[in-house]
């Protein structure tokens, strides 16, 4: 069922269920006061011919006893006057004796025929006097009033309901040209929706779509250059092998041991080509990191030192003692991040200069990892495209991807990685990460309540 269907039968069901009950309501007030005002103007006539009958002089008495006396009569109201002992003085009627024959005091019901009466009885000074009306005449004088009553009342309520109709259907126009604007868009077209003459109940609505198209627009742009590029990264090393292999088929014995070697390698860099790219691929994307295992600093340094592309570990200088905390995030993630950074700062600085690792508490919210080498000073320029995509200064070897997976890890945990050149030359990458204390003597993992940054 469609909203304006739905809105339409609420209001309207509700609309005629209150304005039936108001009419119902009316219609029973109205008919008691009907019935109520005809009570009074038949007692009333009694009390009347009682006033005119106690002042008529003593000879109309006299010849009263003799002869009843005769009252014009009045369509649909009988009247009979009976004297002290009984006889009938006065009357309207000379066939409703039956009706008009004294009873008890007051209002009551009385039938002839098919013909039903109101009948009141009065006594005043001796003389007992009896109205009586028709109750058909009645009934067709009530029923002329409740239509002159209800007539309004239906006119009203059509005229609600037919303003009802209309101002769903306006009120909901907004969202019939939404709906058009989205099926007139081509799906290669992300533009925003214009919000322009929307009302302010439906504005936050298209906002928020908007941000949703903003978000989608990039993720094809992102998913369109990762596909460029890495088709470009891949057909390189594809080429070398290619290419060493078929060195090897047509050459001797040692030149075909080297073109082997060659093409190894670039074996082994389209293979850490294709995983940075998956790591990459997994981070900017949805896919949750839960290893359910502790996180600590001193473990993700030696983790991320022992998968370092590095034949001599003394390069790598260590702090003498590892700050006590648990990072708030997935252990492989953060051994990948400081792994990647390590591995930039060994294959790009000095030639078999040191590196030096450190890690540092700040503000007793998160540890930050120092990562500096040794070499030529950085532009800013330079600097700024560290993170960039398949991005690689000169000459330099590697996928151009770590420093990039870096950013991303940071990005997604609420980290943050910064880049400097300081003055005496090289590289200092500093990466903040999220952490809790350990307190002395607790584990690790009843230290990192909720894992924070893996519900992701």
């Known amino acids: 069922m469609s909203l304006r269907t739905r809105l339409l039968l609420t209001l309207g069901i509700t609309l005629a269920l209150l304005w039936g009950l108001a009419a119902a309501w009316l219609m029973r007030d109205l008919e008691e006061k009907f019935v109520e005002t005809l009570d009074q103007r ?10 005119l009958m106690l002042q008529l002089p003593p000879e109309v008495w006299e010849s009263a006893d003799q002869r009843a006396l005769s009252i014009p009569p009045i369509e649909g109201l009988a009247c009979q006057v009976h004297s002290p002992r009984g006889e009938i003085m006065a009357r309207t009627h000379t066939d409703m004796e039956n009706i008009l024959t004294p009873g008890e005091r007051g209002h009551a019901y009385r039938r002839e025929g098919d013909m039903t009466w109101r009948v009141f009885t009065y006594e005043r000074g001796g003389l007992t006097i009896t109205t009586a009306d028709r ?5 067709m004088l009530l029923a002329e009033v409740i239509k002159v009553a ?3 009342f239906v006119v009203a309520l059509i005229g609600s309901l037919a303003a009802l109709w209309l101002g769903v259907v306006r009120g909901l126009a907004p969202l019939t040209r939404l709906r058009e604007s989205l099926a007139r868009h081509h799906p290669d077209a992300l533009a925003p929706v214009s919000t322009y003459g929307v009302p302010q109940e439906i504005r936050p609505l298209i906002e928020t779509l908007n941000a949703l198209l903003v978000r989608v627009q990039q993720a094809i742009v992102r998913e369109q250059r990762f596909t460029n590029n890495a088709a470009h990264e891949l ?3 594809l080429t070398a092998i290619k290419t060493h292999l078929q060195v090897a088929r047509r050459v001797g014995e040692e030149p075909a041991r080297e073109a082997l070697a060659h093409a190894e390698e670039g074996v082994e860099r389209l293979t ?8 990459l691929a997994r981070v900017e994307g949805r896919v949750e990191f839960d290893d359910g295992t502790s996180c600590g600093v001193e473990e ?12 001599d570990p003394a390069r790598i200088q260590l702090p003498a003692a590892w700050p006590q905390a648990t990072l708030a995030m997935p252990q492989a993630l953060a ?8 591995d930039n700062a060994l294959r790009h600085g000095a030639p078999g200069g040191p590196v030096t690792l450190d890690a540092r508490w700040v503000e007793n919210k998160a540890i930050e990892f120092r990562v500096q080498n040794q070499g030529p000073k950085l532009d800013d320029a330079t600097l700024v495209q560290l993170t960039q995509r398949f991005w690689r200064s000169g000459k330099q070897q590697g996928s151009g991807l770590g420093l990039a997976i870096v950013a991303a890890i940071a990005e997604r ?3 943050t990685v910064k880049f400097s050149s300081p003055a005496g030359g090289g590289l200092q990458a500093r990466l903040l990460l999220p952490a809790v204390i350990v307190p002395p003597g607790t584990d690790d993992d009843a230290a990192l309540p909720g894992r924070p940054g893996n519900n992701l």
Do not use: W, Y
Not at 272 to 279: F, M, S, Y
Not at 335 to 342: E, F, G, Q, S, W
């Open 42 to 51: 038949l007692a009333q006539s009694a009390r009347m011919v009682a006033g």
């Open 135 to 139: 109750m058909d005449e009645r009934d």
């Open 150 to 152: 209800v007539v309004p």
């Open 235 to 237: 057909r390189t090393p």
């Open 272 to 279: 850490r080509t294709l995983e940075q790219l998956l790591t």
């Open 300 to 311: 993700v340094a030696e983790l991320a030192i022992a998968d370092a592309e590095c034949r």
């Open 335 to 342: 051994v990948t991040a400081l792994r990647n950074l390590l």
């Open 413 to 415: 945990f609420g980290a």
